[in-house]
């Protein structure tokens, strides 16, 4: 099939690759969100997808909004047969969704229809979700609302990231697209309506939304710590300052602190939340690299009894 790919973060390269390489797909073009500023200079820069279409020799496309009239025109011109999108970062028209006869299939990091919208795997570890996977369906006007081609599962391990968890689910996922590709292409992949019932939703991930709350239960710091990494990052504060929060462990023998009372050793720190302490492993001072919590404490001369989140 001739395709035209919509992509944008580094997590949709996997799965562009995989169809340069299938060896049945012509890639015509790539559409991609457009440059953005970034660094101290705030220089534009083009986004990863975008690089990598550059070096394969694809045009791309970056609409400020895919409904202009000059990339509808330059899309019909392409005439793809279908548009295989991750993670592209727009909402797509109708006078889009029109263009190529076999749609727009989007591979989407949830078991749909659980944790539609623009951050799954962010809320299926926020959640304590035991397992989650990927699914590639056709888009509708809905959210996330279209006939499903196919499913893969993944296991969300203890102490998953965000980032773990997407990374693997980026590599998975990008086979699994391929295949709704060749499936759609021979006819043998028929689209199965979701199910009404089961619908979860998973809007994107704020900065408020990462501040620890250290009255809330041990696990669900854990979870928001591992699930906002590693963006926007959890966060809390110290000393008025705002303390990032790399990477945190369950410390259940601890049950002596307040929450957000710290409590720092030789080569530890602890701290209290609303049911038993957790250890804090890395951290990330304002305007600091990421250091180890220990050294942290040292420098910041953190005493006994001192507290995160004031």
């Not at 203890?158 to 697209?177: E, I, N, Q, V, Y």
Request: one cysteine or more; charged letters at 20%; proline letters at 10%.
């Amino acid at each position: 099939m001739r395709l035209v790919f919509a992509g944008t973060p580094e997590v949709a390269i996997p799965a562009l690759d995989a169809l340069l390489t299938s060896g049945r797909h012509e890639v015509a073009a790539v559409v991609t969100r457009p440059d953005a500023p970034s660094g101290r200079g705030r220089r534009l820069v083009s986004c990863p997808v975008a690089q990598r279409a550059e070096e394969a020799g694809l045009e791309v496309l970056k609409p400020a909004r895919p409904g202009d009239g000059d990339f509808l025109d330059r899309l019909r011109q392409i005439a793809p047969d279908c548009c295989p999108v991750v993670a592209y970062g727009a909402l797509l028209p109708r006078a889009a969704l029109d263009i190529p006869p076999l749609g727009w299939i989007n591979l989407h990091f949830s078991l749909l229809p659980a944790w539609r919208g623009a951050a799954p795997v962010q809320h299926a570890v926020l959640a304590g979700d035991d397992l989650t996977g990927a699914t590639t369906f056709r888009i509708e006007e809905g959210l996330d609302s279209g006939p499903v081609y196919g499913v893969l599962t993944e296991e969300i391990r203890p102490r998953d990231t965000s980032g773990d968890l997407l990374t693997r689910l980026a590599f998975a996922g990008a086979g699994l697209l391929t295949a709704t590709m060749d499936g759609i292409e021979d006819g043998s992949l028929t689209p199965v309506p979701q199910p009404a019932e089961g619908v979860s939703r998973a809007p994107k991930i704020g900065v408020e939304d990462a501040r620890v709350d250290w009255t809330a239960p041990a696990q669900h710091v854990d979870r928001v710590v591992r699930g906002c990494s590693p963006a926007p990052g959890a966060w809390t504060l110290y000393g008025g300052e705002r303390l990032k929060l790399r990477q945190v462990a369950p410390a259940p023998e601890r049950t002596d602190l307040m929450p957000g009372e710290l409590s720092p050793g030789k080569h530890s720190l602890h701290v209290g939340t609303g049911s038993h302490a957790v250890e804090l492993q890395w951290v990330q001072p304002q305007g600091r690299k990421p250091m180890s919590a220990a050294d942290w404490a040292r420098g910041a001369r953190v005493t006994p009894g001192s507290r995160l989140g004031t």
